[in-house]
């Protein structure tokens, strides 16, 4: 079981940045994927950004050149940087593990993130 401690959610204004942090505890498996997704009121759940443990990244198109993804295998944690946020981006974001190869994945509870007009 693993378990996912985010952090660095709130309110921002239209423009600015933001840096989420997702550090897993437990039986981590070597090789996985880590990754961000965020849900929107009355949206389904959609992906953000994934990082694998070599370091291969995925982004969905409505963030490419905004967020980047990244990891720091040391600590295990997992950062979002997202930048030139929007209102659109508004969403509870939900930091997301994956063993790769299947075999389990786990969800953190959720960071509220805010960008007001």
């Known amino acids: 079981q693993v378990q996912l401690l985010e952090s660095g959610g709130g309110l921002v204004q239209a423009g600015g940045s933001l840096r989420l942090s997702c550090a897993p505890s437990?039986?981590?498996?070597?090789?996985?994927?880590m990754g961000w997704y965020r849900q929107a009121p009355g949206e389904q759940r959609e992906l953000v950004a994934t990082i694998t443990s070599g370091g291969a990244t995925n982004y969905a198109d409505s963030v490419k050149g905004r967020f980047t993804i990244s990891r720091d295998n040391a600590r295990k944690t997992v950062y979002l940087q997202m930048s030139s946020l929007q209102p659109e981006d508004t969403a509870v974001y939900y930091c997301h593990y994956s063993r790769t190869g299947g075999g389990g994945e786990s969800w953190g509870q959720g960071t509220q993130v805010t960008v007001s007009s």
């Open positions: 437990g039986s981590i498996f070597r090789f996985n994927t």
